[in-house]
């Protein structure tokens, strides 16, 4: 757990901690004994006759942690490539480093993690404010964009996700789209690596498909593949019509460009034990999220509750552990009091989550979602404004104005108020005078 603010990031995997320290077992000395190694193979053959030979040397050359930080920093020194994933961060590392495969011998999981991935059940005080729907044709599901809603979109995504769900699934994806590079986020850093997909898919589904719910991953927090530029075939073919309130996020058109990076939508493609962390949406916006292949575990809490286990660091800068540590650890150690808002979404759900609402998302199984942030209805903007005003620069300033303006506006036609009185909405006497 690290500092950083889970704000100014739209990819909460990215968001929170310094992963570049953790170096595994090896700390800093990690790429001085794999140099070591190099000089041994010419003995040894291959590194896994060493681990054979020495215990010690195979906890050690089993940290995929390390592993993977070592591919990284070489990444991050060569400015630009491709990762590539060769069946293990230890295989990937080292055919770069040697310019050819070595012999196998994969590190193993060293850790168990099963039943942290079995949700508990919803409890009864949430389950009432939880809003479950059926989302059908010609209707607008969410009625009050301040309540979480759980909606079950299956009758109507195909309408929305191009050939869904047969074509969003993994061998199709990679079939369709091997060769194509995504923005892969290392979470807890806020780095962004390139990776084609087919390498992203052969690390996030190794491991899985044994028959149970042993995450495949145990080097760390895994990468999540978080694109705001996907294809356009793995983009919503339209606006999904959620909600019968103006959507601040674009009918307010200074709002909209000042925003777009958090709110053009992003696709997520990760394995199990891949999430994101407890954070709040970006610009005191919400979002949808729609789970189109796997299922994906969600804790959240209302506006103001910070989550137990997430540190406060200070104004709008919050650090959060990583979600498959939440769920095991801290999790299970809660009062009943402080339990969060409890789901699963599977493929054909669609999550709302209201605006200020903290959520983290862990990834049961190998999944794949759309999200985009929304900003429903005018209740939505003063969180907003606050937002924007946090910021400080012009163009928040700006849409501040311009969310004020929108704002009086649909107050006056509803309220058949001249629109000339439009100052002080949020701050001055005339909002209690209309009230
Ligand atoms: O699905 C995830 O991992 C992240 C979801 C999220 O934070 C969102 O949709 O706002
Ligand atoms: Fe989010």
Known sequence: MQAV?????RCPAASCGDSRRTKGALGENWLAVV??????????????????????LARILGDEAAWREALLEQQRRA??????????WRRSYLCVHRQGCPGRGAAKPRWSARWALQPSLPKASWAEVLQRRKWLEGEVPILSPEKPY?????ALLPQYFAAWPGAWQLPRLRRRFARRRFSVALPG??????????????????????????????????????????????RPLRQLRLCAQPDLAREVPSLAE??????????????????????TDAFGCGAWNVTLLGAKRWAMYPPGARPPGVLDLGPERFAAPAPIFWFSEVLPQLRKDQLPLELVTKAGDVLYIPPGW???????????????????????APGVCSALAARGDASSKVAVEAVRGFVWRQHCEENGVGVSMGEGLFHGKKHENHG
Not at 258 to 279: K, M, N, Q
Request: overall charge neutral; proline content about 6%.
């Open 35 to 56: 140099s070591f190694l190099e000089t041994c193979e010419a003995h040894a053959g291959d590194s896994s006759s060493l681990a054979a030979a020495c215990t010690h």
């Open 150 to 154: 759980l909606l079950d979109a299956k």
């Open 258 to 279: 000042r925003v777009a990076e958090v709110t053009r939508g992003w696709l997520l493609i990760g394995g199990s034990g891949s999430g994101s962390r407890f954070h």
């Open 5 to 9: 603010s889970v704000r100014p990031q």
């Open 189 to 234: 850093a806020g780095e962004v690596f390139r990776m084609e997909l087919c390498h992203f898919l052969r690390y996030a589904s190794s491991g899985a498909g044994a028959g149970d719910a042993l995450p495949p991953r145990w080097d760390a927090e895994p990468l999540y593949l978080f694109d705001p530029l996907p294809p356009m075939a793995l």
């Open 358 to 380: 903290w959520h983290c998302v862990l990834n049961l199984s190998p999944s794949v979602a759309f999200t985009r942030n929304v900003a429903y209805g005018c209740r939505a």
């Open 79 to 88: 400015c630009g490539g491709c990762l590539r994933f060769e069946g293990t």
